[in-house]
């Protein structure tokens, strides 16, 4: 019963994860870190077959393989998320929505700058 849970869960993760790849509310990252932990605990197959897709190979193995992310990809990922958020706020038709906007980029970008540390040099070269 719980391996179905997991995987179930998993399965979620990965399409939130995948649709916050397109849409700049949904956190592309932590549902695919989510999807990687059920399936680390539920499925070998599934497993496998999250590690190999080029979403989670984008947005998590970079964190999961060595907790830190290379800076160029620190500044693609916050140029991106600026841009879509930029957007989503100049449409959003409440200020509420627009301030939340604000604080999600605001802490994005505090968790990419002074949390997920930086991937030393010699560890980018040996990719």
């Not at 998320?81 to 929505?97: H, N, R």
Request: charged letters at 15%; glycine letters at 4%; aromatic letters at 12%.
């Amino acid at each position: 019963m719980k391996r179905y849970f997991l995987i179930s869960v998993g399965v979620l993760s990965f399409l939130l994860g995948s649709a916050g790849a397109l849409l700049p509310l949904l956190p592309t990252t932590p549902f695919l870190l989510l999807a990687g932990y059920c399936f680390a605990r539920s499925s070998t197959k599934f497993d496998v077959w999250l590690k190999r897709t080029k979403l989670y190979q984008i947005y998590a193995s970079d964190y999961v393989e060595t907790k830190s992310i290379p800076k160029h990809k620190k500044w693609k990922i916050l140029i991106s998320s600026y841009l879509l958020m930029g957007i989503s706020i100049l449409l959003a038709p409440l200020q509420p929505v627009k301030v939340m906007l604000i604080v999600l980029a605001l802490a994005i970008t505090i968790v990419l700058v002074f949390v997920v540390p930086n991937r030393e040099d010699n560890l980018e070269t040996k990719e």
